[in-house]
């Protein structure tokens, strides 16, 4: 792909299109409890203001599904983004309307308008053309920093770049692009995917996918326990995806030389923090016991293999992390992913585990999308970013 990134555009004095990912948590108040996406954008806008551009941001928030939603408004935002950034942030109200963009026109170099939640338009999700082309006629260069919603094909993404003759990625994208390819297309051997969660049945061309590119893939979480059952080893009331059996074991056969598998789990008799635990081998989990993390034995020959990896890519907690008392695997395997020369963590589980045990500064990278993640390590080409190719 041949992808401009935002320090290879002519930036200066340009009315700049930026479509981010604010689609931050709201309590009853409506304030932002979690503004990291919003100051994940901060290299990129300082950029361009140091660039002395006019900015014009598009985002959406939730799922208003082109209806008018005003919890889903954008106001907040506009506010907090004012906070962070140090000046006053514009907010238009119907950016679609001929009075709001008259006073898009109306910015100054070095200004920033913020538009109203872009999904309360119908023609946003579906892509539309000729919407495109009026988000289009609002600047002269387009840039596109929200990786978490490149793998939709929207209007404010993909539609817009048929019109704009400038695009590119911006810093937030940049990193996201560069790393996965650091990562999948050009990795420091060897190379091992940490794949857990609760189901296969999310994650099967991801599993597919990985098993052409990895030299270990590590399983664990819930889904292990399909492939254990496919393996033949009695797994009591552990989550079990029947009709997936036959897959597992063809996943298995096709990465039998790769996939690791627990060894041990810690087992409860129902899914609660306090229910009483207890370690088994593998195969000797009880009809009426639940694996809910790996065990020790496990955490240390999944440490070995680690131990020896240069790359790794993790998606997905090891077992039940949100109980403190289930937590143990995820967080060893975690410690022991941050200490690989590059690590790139991706999905909101395992970004979670991360954050709440002090293993982000850590990780070479963690990534902002969880669905666009996903997309990529199933060996897809997302829409948002192959727009930007020209």
Known sequence: MAIKYIDQLNLEGKSVIIRVDYNVPLDKEMTITDDTRITATLPTLNYCLGKNAKIILISHLGRPDGKIVPRMSLKPVAKRLSALIGKEVKFIEDPISD????????????????LENIRFYPEEEKNDKEFGKKLASMGDVYLDDAFAT???????NEAITK?????????????????????????????????????????????????????????????????????????????????????????????????????????????????????????????DMIGLDIGPET??????????????????????????????GTIEIGKAISKCSVSVVGGGDSVTAVNENGLADKMSYISTGGGAFLELLEGKTLPGVAALDK
């Not at 008259?102 to 910015?107: G, S």
């Not at 490149?150 to 404010?156: D, E, I, P, Q, V």
């Not at 590590?218 to 492939?227: E, V, Y």
């Not at 789990?265 to 129902?270: G, H, K, L, P």
């Open 99 to 114: 009075k709001s963009r008259e006073e898009i026109k109306k910015l100054k170099n070095g200004e920033i308008a913020l």
């Open 150 to 156: 490149a793998h939709r094909g929207h209007a404010s």
């Open 163 to 287: 019109f704009v003759k400038e695009c590119g990625a911006g810093f937030l994208l940049k990193e996201e692009i560069e790393y996965f390819k650091k990562v999948m297309a050009n990795p420091e051997r060897p190379l091992t995917a940490v794949i857990g969660g609760a189901k296969i049945s999310t994650k099967l061309d991801v599993l597919k996918n990985l098993l052409t590119k990895v030299d270990y893939l590590i399983i664990g979480g819930g889904m292990a326990f399909t492939f254990l059952k496919a393996k033949g080893f009695n797994i009591g009331k552990s989550l079990l995806e029947k009709d997936l059996l036959n897959t597992a074991k063809e996943i298995l056969e096709l990465g039998k030389e790769k996939i690791l598998l627990p060894a041990d789990a810690v087992i409860a008799a129902e899914f609660k923090n306090d229910s009483p635990a207890s370690i088994v081998s593998i195969d000797k989990i009880p009809d």
């Open 299 to 328: 955490i240390d020959e999944f440490g070995k293999i680690l131990k020896k990896t240069k790359t790794v890519v993790w998606n997905g907690p090891m077992g039940a992390f949100e109980m403190t008392n289930f937590a143990k």
